[in-house]
Protein backbone atom coordinates (compact mmCIF):
# COMPACT_ATOMS: atom_id res chain seq x y z
CA UNK A 1 0.00 0.00 0.00
CA UNK A 2 1.12 3.37 -0.51
CA UNK A 3 3.65 5.05 1.70
CA UNK A 4 3.27 9.02 2.21
CA UNK A 5 5.56 11.94 2.36
CA UNK A 6 7.99 12.65 4.72
CA UNK A 7 6.99 13.41 8.31
CA UNK A 8 9.34 16.41 8.21
CA UNK A 9 7.89 17.55 5.08
CA UNK A 10 6.71 21.63 5.77
CA UNK A 11 3.68 21.15 3.55
CA UNK A 12 0.16 20.46 5.31
CA UNK A 13 -0.55 16.61 6.39
CA UNK A 14 -2.88 15.14 4.23
CA UNK A 15 -6.14 14.66 4.98
CA UNK A 16 -7.24 10.92 5.41
CA UNK A 17 -9.28 10.45 2.43
CA UNK A 18 -8.30 13.56 0.85
CA UNK A 19 -8.04 14.34 -3.19
CA UNK A 20 -4.02 12.66 -3.12
CA UNK A 21 -5.14 9.74 -0.65
CA UNK A 22 -8.33 8.68 -3.26
CA UNK A 23 -6.12 8.83 -6.16
CA UNK A 24 -4.02 6.46 -4.36
CA UNK A 25 -7.20 4.85 -3.69
CA UNK A 26 -8.59 4.47 -7.24
CA UNK A 27 -5.15 2.95 -9.14
CA UNK A 28 -5.05 0.44 -6.59
CA UNK A 29 -8.65 -0.48 -6.78
CA UNK A 30 -7.70 -0.98 -10.59
CA UNK A 31 -5.01 -2.46 -10.38
CA UNK A 32 -6.50 -4.98 -8.58
CA UNK A 33 -9.54 -5.22 -10.73
CA UNK A 34 -7.23 -5.99 -13.66
CA UNK A 35 -5.20 -8.97 -11.45
CA UNK A 36 -8.71 -10.48 -10.60
CA UNK A 37 -9.60 -10.57 -14.10
CA UNK A 38 -6.51 -12.01 -14.85
CA UNK A 39 -6.79 -14.46 -11.80
CA UNK A 40 -10.10 -15.60 -13.21
CA UNK A 41 -9.22 -16.46 -16.82
CA UNK A 42 -5.84 -18.57 -15.62
CA UNK A 43 -8.75 -20.89 -13.07
CA UNK A 44 -10.92 -21.22 -16.15
CA UNK A 45 -8.05 -22.28 -18.33
CA UNK A 46 -6.82 -24.66 -15.55
CA UNK A 47 -10.15 -26.25 -16.00
CA UNK A 48 -9.74 -27.00 -19.60
CA UNK A 49 -11.96 -25.30 -20.87
CA UNK A 50 -14.94 -27.00 -18.30
CA UNK A 51 -14.78 -23.50 -16.34
CA UNK A 52 -17.15 -21.21 -16.44
CA UNK A 53 -15.05 -17.28 -16.60
CA UNK A 54 -17.96 -15.10 -15.53
CA UNK A 55 -18.30 -17.42 -12.25
CA UNK A 56 -14.68 -17.14 -11.32
CA UNK A 57 -14.78 -13.65 -11.99
CA UNK A 58 -17.29 -13.09 -9.83
CA UNK A 59 -15.32 -15.00 -6.92
CA UNK A 60 -12.01 -13.59 -7.85
CA UNK A 61 -13.74 -9.50 -7.80
CA UNK A 62 -15.72 -10.16 -5.09
CA UNK A 63 -12.51 -11.70 -3.09
CA UNK A 64 -9.97 -8.89 -4.22
CA UNK A 65 -12.57 -6.02 -4.42
CA UNK A 66 -13.38 -6.73 -0.81
CA UNK A 67 -9.98 -7.51 0.39
CA UNK A 68 -8.71 -4.02 -1.08
CA UNK A 69 -11.45 -2.12 0.27
CA UNK A 70 -11.20 -3.18 3.55
CA UNK A 71 -6.98 -2.77 3.59
CA UNK A 72 -6.61 0.51 1.93
CA UNK A 73 -9.38 2.26 4.05
CA UNK A 74 -8.30 0.81 7.30
CA UNK A 75 -4.57 2.35 6.64
CA UNK A 76 -6.23 5.16 6.54
CA UNK A 77 -7.99 5.12 9.70
CA UNK A 78 -5.40 3.48 11.20
CA UNK A 79 -2.65 6.34 10.32
CA UNK A 80 -4.96 8.86 11.28
CA UNK A 81 -2.83 12.43 9.78
CA UNK A 82 0.57 10.61 9.61
CA UNK A 83 2.62 10.91 6.09
CA UNK A 84 3.63 7.40 6.39
CA UNK A 85 0.36 5.96 5.56
CA UNK A 86 1.13 2.78 6.49
CA UNK A 87 0.73 0.89 10.15
CA UNK A 88 3.73 0.13 11.31
CA UNK A 89 5.12 -2.95 12.82
CA UNK A 90 3.13 -5.88 13.62
CA UNK A 91 -0.57 -3.78 12.98
CA UNK A 92 0.57 -4.07 9.09
CA UNK A 93 0.89 -7.58 9.43
CA UNK A 94 -2.41 -8.35 11.55
CA UNK A 95 -4.29 -5.79 8.82
CA UNK A 96 -3.67 -7.64 5.92
CA UNK A 97 -4.24 -10.83 7.67
CA UNK A 98 -7.71 -9.35 8.75
CA UNK A 99 -8.57 -8.49 5.20
CA UNK A 100 -7.69 -11.89 3.40
CA UNK A 101 -10.02 -13.17 5.96
CA UNK A 102 -12.57 -10.58 5.50
CA UNK A 103 -12.29 -10.47 1.72
CA UNK A 104 -12.64 -14.54 1.32
CA UNK A 105 -15.58 -14.71 3.56
CA UNK A 106 -17.01 -11.74 2.26
CA UNK A 107 -16.17 -12.43 -1.45
CA UNK A 108 -17.11 -16.06 -1.14
CA UNK A 109 -20.48 -15.19 0.20
CA UNK A 110 -20.75 -13.13 -3.05
CA UNK A 111 -20.05 -15.42 -5.55
CA UNK A 112 -22.60 -18.22 -3.91
CA UNK A 113 -25.17 -16.37 -4.07
CA UNK A 114 -23.88 -15.38 -7.67
CA UNK A 115 -24.31 -19.17 -9.03
CA UNK A 116 -26.80 -20.14 -6.57
CA UNK A 117 -24.44 -22.41 -4.21
CA UNK A 118 -25.17 -23.23 -0.89
CA UNK A 119 -23.52 -20.06 1.38
CA UNK A 120 -19.99 -21.12 2.43
CA UNK A 121 -19.99 -24.33 1.36
CA UNK A 122 -16.44 -25.01 1.42
CA UNK A 123 -15.60 -28.29 -0.21
CA UNK A 124 -12.09 -29.61 0.94
CA UNK A 125 -10.18 -28.41 -2.29
CA UNK A 126 -12.13 -25.51 -3.13
CA UNK A 127 -11.27 -24.48 0.60
CA UNK A 128 -7.39 -24.70 -0.38
CA UNK A 129 -7.09 -23.74 -3.72
CA UNK A 130 -9.18 -20.34 -2.80
CA UNK A 131 -7.10 -20.04 0.11
CA UNK A 132 -3.76 -20.34 -1.34
CA UNK A 133 -4.52 -18.04 -3.98
CA UNK A 134 -6.72 -15.53 -1.64
CA UNK A 135 -3.33 -15.25 0.37
CA UNK A 136 -0.75 -15.05 -2.30
CA UNK A 137 -2.96 -12.72 -4.27
CA UNK A 138 -3.24 -10.24 -1.57
CA UNK A 139 0.22 -10.31 0.06
CA UNK A 140 1.83 -9.97 -3.69
CA UNK A 141 -0.40 -6.85 -4.36
CA UNK A 142 0.20 -5.75 -1.23
CA UNK A 143 4.05 -5.59 -1.40
CA UNK A 144 3.39 -3.97 -4.63
CA UNK A 145 1.05 -0.92 -3.70
CA UNK A 146 3.72 -0.89 -0.67
CA UNK A 147 6.68 -0.79 -2.60
CA UNK A 148 4.94 1.81 -5.03
CA UNK A 149 4.16 4.07 -2.35
CA UNK A 150 8.20 3.29 -0.35
CA UNK A 151 8.69 4.77 -3.94
CA UNK A 152 7.11 7.69 -4.05
CA UNK A 153 8.26 8.64 -0.16
CA UNK A 154 11.66 8.50 -0.99
CA UNK A 155 11.54 10.36 -4.48
CA UNK A 156 9.92 13.26 -2.41
CA UNK A 157 13.07 12.38 0.54
CA UNK A 158 15.48 13.26 -2.37
CA UNK A 159 13.55 16.60 -3.88
CA UNK A 160 13.64 17.63 -0.13
CA UNK A 161 16.97 17.21 0.33
CA UNK A 162 17.52 18.80 -2.94
CA UNK A 163 15.58 21.75 -2.49
CA UNK A 164 17.23 22.04 1.27
CA UNK A 165 20.64 21.68 -0.48
CA UNK A 166 19.46 24.68 -3.53
CA UNK A 167 18.32 26.95 -0.48
CA UNK A 168 21.35 26.66 1.41
CA UNK A 169 23.78 27.01 -1.87
CA UNK A 170 21.72 30.40 -2.55
CA UNK A 171 21.53 31.49 1.00
CA UNK A 172 25.72 31.20 1.25
CA UNK A 173 26.04 33.16 -2.37
CA UNK A 174 23.39 35.67 -0.85
CA UNK A 175 25.64 36.24 2.28
CA UNK A 176 28.61 36.32 0.01
CA UNK A 177 27.02 39.51 -2.07
CA UNK A 178 26.16 41.64 0.69
CA UNK A 179 29.50 41.95 2.61
CA UNK A 180 31.12 42.33 -0.98
CA UNK A 181 28.44 45.45 -1.35
CA UNK A 182 29.13 47.29 1.65
CA UNK A 183 32.78 46.48 1.63
CA UNK A 184 32.98 48.26 -1.74
CA UNK A 185 30.61 51.12 -0.30
CA UNK A 186 32.70 51.85 2.74
CA UNK A 187 35.83 52.03 1.45
CA UNK A 188 34.06 54.81 -1.27
CA UNK A 189 33.15 56.15 1.98
CA UNK A 190 36.37 56.50 3.51
CA UNK A 191 37.40 58.24 0.68
CA UNK A 192 34.81 60.59 0.54
CA UNK A 193 35.04 61.92 4.24
CA UNK A 194 38.95 63.25 3.30
CA UNK A 195 38.01 65.04 -0.32
CA UNK A 196 34.47 66.05 0.55
CA UNK A 197 32.84 65.57 3.92
CA UNK A 198 29.49 66.88 3.06
CA UNK A 199 29.31 64.40 0.08
CA UNK A 200 30.61 61.67 2.60
CA UNK A 201 27.48 62.75 5.03
CA UNK A 202 25.03 62.47 2.22
CA UNK A 203 26.18 59.37 1.16
CA UNK A 204 26.36 57.95 4.99
CA UNK A 205 22.61 59.12 4.90
CA UNK A 206 21.84 56.70 2.10
CA UNK A 207 23.45 53.90 2.96
CA UNK A 208 21.18 54.01 5.92
CA UNK A 209 18.45 54.05 4.34
CA UNK A 210 19.57 51.46 1.99
CA UNK A 211 20.58 48.93 4.41
CA UNK A 212 17.44 49.20 6.61
CA UNK A 213 15.42 48.53 3.68
CA UNK A 214 17.07 45.93 3.47
CA UNK A 215 17.64 44.55 6.20
CA UNK A 216 14.16 44.82 7.17
CA UNK A 217 12.85 42.86 4.19
CA UNK A 218 12.54 39.05 3.54
CA UNK A 219 14.94 37.08 3.38
CA UNK A 220 13.24 34.41 1.23
CA UNK A 221 14.93 33.14 -1.58
CA UNK A 222 12.60 34.90 -4.03
CA UNK A 223 11.17 38.70 -4.22
CA UNK A 224 9.22 40.17 -6.93
CA UNK A 225 11.14 41.82 -9.76
CA UNK A 226 9.68 45.16 -8.75
CA UNK A 227 11.37 44.46 -5.57
CA UNK A 228 14.87 43.89 -7.43
CA UNK A 229 14.73 47.23 -9.50
CA UNK A 230 13.60 49.48 -6.19
CA UNK A 231 16.99 47.85 -4.60
CA UNK A 232 18.77 48.87 -7.47
CA UNK A 233 17.65 52.29 -7.18
CA UNK A 234 18.48 52.67 -4.12
CA UNK A 235 21.88 51.47 -4.70
CA UNK A 236 22.20 53.61 -7.98
CA UNK A 237 21.08 56.78 -5.75
CA UNK A 238 23.90 55.69 -3.15
CA UNK A 239 26.55 55.68 -5.69
CA UNK A 240 24.94 59.05 -7.62
CA UNK A 241 25.88 60.28 -4.17
CA UNK A 242 29.73 59.75 -4.95
CA UNK A 243 29.86 60.28 -8.93
CA UNK A 244 27.83 63.33 -8.79
CA UNK A 245 26.51 64.43 -12.34
CA UNK A 246 29.18 61.36 -14.04
CA UNK A 247 26.28 58.40 -12.42
CA UNK A 248 23.33 58.58 -15.06
CA UNK A 249 20.80 55.44 -15.03
CA UNK A 250 17.69 53.97 -16.55
CA UNK A 251 15.56 51.71 -15.07
CA UNK A 252 12.81 49.92 -17.40
CA UNK A 253 10.08 47.54 -16.10
CA UNK A 254 7.33 46.61 -17.85
CA UNK A 255 4.25 46.24 -15.57
CA UNK A 256 3.55 42.59 -17.05
CA UNK A 257 6.75 41.45 -15.28
CA UNK A 258 6.45 43.55 -11.77
CA UNK A 259 5.43 40.13 -10.19
CA UNK A 260 8.18 38.20 -11.67
CA UNK A 261 9.61 35.89 -8.50
CA UNK A 262 13.84 36.75 -9.21
CA UNK A 263 16.71 35.66 -6.59
CA UNK A 264 17.48 38.77 -4.42
CA UNK A 265 20.57 40.85 -4.88
CA UNK A 266 20.64 39.07 -8.79
CA UNK A 267 21.40 42.51 -10.65
CA UNK A 268 22.92 44.75 -8.28
CA UNK A 269 26.43 42.99 -8.67
CA UNK A 270 26.38 43.32 -12.24
CA UNK A 271 25.40 47.36 -11.53
CA UNK A 272 27.95 47.25 -9.12
CA UNK A 273 30.49 46.21 -11.86
CA UNK A 274 28.95 48.17 -14.82
CA UNK A 275 29.88 51.16 -12.37
CA UNK A 276 33.33 50.09 -10.89
CA UNK A 277 35.10 48.96 -14.27
CA UNK A 278 32.85 50.41 -16.93
CA UNK A 279 31.62 54.02 -15.51
CA UNK A 280 34.48 55.47 -12.81
CA UNK A 281 37.48 54.55 -15.03
CA UNK A 282 36.42 57.40 -17.67
CA UNK A 283 36.54 60.51 -16.81
CA UNK A 284 33.16 61.84 -17.87
CA UNK A 285 31.28 58.95 -16.16
CA UNK A 286 28.48 57.55 -18.31
CA UNK A 287 25.12 55.98 -18.41
CA UNK A 288 23.85 52.65 -16.82
CA UNK A 289 20.66 50.80 -18.21
CA UNK A 290 18.94 47.76 -16.91
CA UNK A 291 15.80 46.72 -19.05
CA UNK A 292 13.64 43.65 -18.69
CA UNK A 293 11.67 42.51 -21.20
CA UNK A 294 10.05 39.11 -22.25
CA UNK A 295 11.02 36.83 -25.13
CA UNK A 296 8.23 33.88 -25.53
CA UNK A 297 8.65 31.83 -22.35
CA UNK A 298 11.83 33.82 -21.66
CA UNK A 299 12.52 36.72 -19.33
CA UNK A 300 15.16 38.51 -20.28
CA UNK A 301 17.00 41.56 -18.42
CA UNK A 302 20.18 44.04 -19.69
CA UNK A 303 22.62 45.57 -17.77
CA UNK A 304 24.35 47.67 -20.08
CA UNK A 305 26.45 50.28 -19.42
CA UNK A 306 28.80 53.50 -21.50
CA UNK A 307 32.27 53.00 -20.14
CA UNK A 308 35.63 51.75 -21.55
CA UNK A 309 34.01 48.51 -22.39
CA UNK A 310 35.36 44.65 -22.43
CA UNK A 311 38.40 43.30 -24.78
CA UNK A 312 37.00 41.14 -27.38
CA UNK A 313 36.30 37.24 -25.86
CA UNK A 314 36.13 38.55 -22.53
CA UNK A 315 33.19 36.39 -20.96
CA UNK A 316 31.98 35.11 -18.19
CA UNK A 317 33.67 32.18 -17.97
CA UNK A 318 36.66 33.96 -17.33
CA UNK A 319 38.42 34.00 -13.75
CA UNK A 320 37.48 36.58 -11.33
CA UNK A 321 39.80 39.23 -11.08
CA UNK A 322 42.28 40.13 -8.27
CA UNK A 323 40.44 43.48 -8.16
CA UNK A 324 36.97 41.73 -7.37
CA UNK A 325 35.15 42.90 -10.56
CA UNK A 326 34.79 38.98 -11.72
CA UNK A 327 33.48 37.97 -8.05
CA UNK A 328 29.81 39.80 -8.45
CA UNK A 329 29.66 38.38 -11.74
CA UNK A 330 30.43 34.66 -10.79
CA UNK A 331 28.04 34.67 -7.91
CA UNK A 332 25.38 35.76 -10.54
CA UNK A 333 26.30 33.16 -12.98
CA UNK A 334 26.27 30.33 -9.88
CA UNK A 335 22.78 31.63 -8.41
CA UNK A 336 21.22 31.01 -11.95
CA UNK A 337 22.71 27.66 -12.29
CA UNK A 338 21.52 26.80 -9.21
CA UNK A 339 18.23 28.14 -9.57
CA UNK A 340 17.36 27.34 -13.23
CA UNK A 341 20.23 24.48 -14.13
CA UNK A 342 21.21 24.45 -17.99
CA UNK A 343 17.53 26.53 -18.78
CA UNK A 344 19.17 30.01 -17.63
CA UNK A 345 21.95 31.92 -19.96
CA UNK A 346 24.01 34.61 -19.43
CA UNK A 347 26.25 36.44 -21.32
CA UNK A 348 28.82 39.64 -21.26
CA UNK A 349 29.49 41.07 -24.33
CA UNK A 350 30.48 44.59 -25.94
CA UNK A 351 26.99 46.92 -26.04
CA UNK A 352 25.54 47.68 -29.09
CA UNK A 353 25.09 51.15 -27.82
CA UNK A 354 26.85 54.26 -30.24
CA UNK A 355 29.31 55.29 -26.85
CA UNK A 356 30.20 51.65 -26.48
CA UNK A 357 30.57 50.00 -23.10
CA UNK A 358 29.33 46.54 -21.81
CA UNK A 359 26.01 44.49 -22.24
CA UNK A 360 25.31 41.75 -19.62
CA UNK A 361 22.10 39.69 -20.77
CA UNK A 362 20.27 37.68 -18.46
CA UNK A 363 17.70 35.26 -19.56
CA UNK A 364 15.78 32.20 -17.77
CA UNK A 365 12.13 30.94 -17.73
CA UNK A 366 9.39 32.64 -16.69
CA UNK A 367 7.34 30.97 -14.15
CA UNK A 368 4.38 28.48 -15.56
Known amino acids: MSVGPLAASPRPPVPRFGAENLRDMLRHGLITAVFCCLIAGALTLSEHGNGNWADHLVYSLAIGMLSWLFIDISRLLVTGHRDIRWPLGGWGYLLVAVGVTFGFVGGNFIGDAWIGAPMLDFAG ?30 QVQIDL ?60 LSHPLSAEFDRLGDYLELMS ?95 LATVYGDRARMRLAPSQEPEGGTCATLSFPLPG
Open 241 to 335: VRMGERLRYTLELPDALRDVPVPPLLLQPLVENAIRHGLEPKVEGGLVAVRARREADLLVIEVSDTGVGVGIGVGLDAAPSSEGGGFGVEQVRER
Open 161 to 220: AQRAATEARLKLLETQLEPHMLFNTLANLRVLITLDPPRAVAMLDRLNSYLRMTLSGSRA
Open 125 to 154: QKLATGVVITIAATIGMCYFFYSLGKSKHL
